[in-house]
T-cell receptor, first 113, second 110 residues
Framework: NAGVTQTPKFRVLKTGQSMTLLCAQD?????MYWYRQDPGMGLRLIHY???????AKGEVPDGYNVSRLKKQNFLLGLESAAPSQTSVYFC????????????FGQGTRLTVV | TQLLEQSPQFLSIQEGENLTVYCNSS?????LQWYRQEPGEGPVLLVT?????EVKKLKRLTFQFGDARKDSSLHITAAQPGDTGLYLC??????????FGAGTRLTVKP
């Protein structure tokens, strides 16, 4: 039972480089989310999707783009990485918002130097 | 300012002690969830509360949803080292997305 799978698990980028983080879920969930987690800040929502072909901005969307071309995949892109984007990124999915049980991937630790 | 305020931010106690952590907001939530996160892992759901005043028990953990559905608490009885972790509350915001508090980092010493 894979659940939510994130790739890669670790990455080091140079300032200005671009990359895409991939999230895949096999639970047929409608909702998918990208969060970043920084010390003392908890999980902050970057972008989310309420279904295939839809995306929306969360709390901290600047510097990121997302796409949800297939229901099972949610991609997070960094076009020009900055040191402020050094963080641990988590993808999650849920069937609905209420009661809203979210399943998380294991995270991607990104360092921008 | 976080939509969901959690307190305390850090808590260090001895094995066998009881503790309560809080999750507060000025907004009304249709439901709140509590998650536990261990180092290097993603958060894992502990419980969801939906009805104002609801109390749910999960072994030594007791969760309560406030009558006005703006706050919640998590009480742990006779804490054990295995309870160590980051406890996060979360709720649906504007019926669109899911927001998290900053968490309470609990350490239970043997």
């Amino acid at each position: 039972n894979a659940g939510v799978t994130q790739t890669p698990k670790f990455r080091v980028l140079k300032t200005g480089q671009s990359m895409t983080l991939l999230c895949a879920q096999d639970m047929n969930h409608e909702y998918m989310y990208w969060y970043r987690q920084d010390p003392g800040m908890g999980l902050r929502l970057i972008h989310y999707s309420v279904g295939e072909g839809t995306t929306a901005k969360g709390e901290v969307p600047d510097g990121y783009n997302v796409s949800r071309l297939k229901k099972q995949n949610f991609l997070l892109g960094l076009e020009s990485a900055a040191p402020s984007q050094t963080s641990v990124y988590f993808c999650a999915s849920s069937r609905n918002l209420t009661p809203g049980q979210a399943f998380f991937g294991q995270g991607t630790r990104l360092t921008v130097v | 300012t976080q939509l969901l305020e959690q307190s305390p931010q850090f808590l260090s106690i001895q094995e066998g002690e009881n503790l309560t952590v809080y999750c507060n907001s000025s907004s009304v939530f249709s439901s709140l969830q509590w998650y536990r996160q261990e180092p290097g892992e993603g958060p894992v759901l502990l419980v969801t509360v939906v009805t104002g005043g609801e109390v749910k028990k999960l072994k030594r953990l007791t969760f309560q949803f406030g009558d006005a559905r703006k706050d919640s608490s998590l009480h742990i009885t006779a804490a054990q080292p295995g309870d160590t972790g980051l406890y996060l509350c979360a709720g649906a915001y504007n019926n669109n997305d899911m927001r998290f508090g900053a968490g309470t980092r609990l350490t239970v010493k043997p």
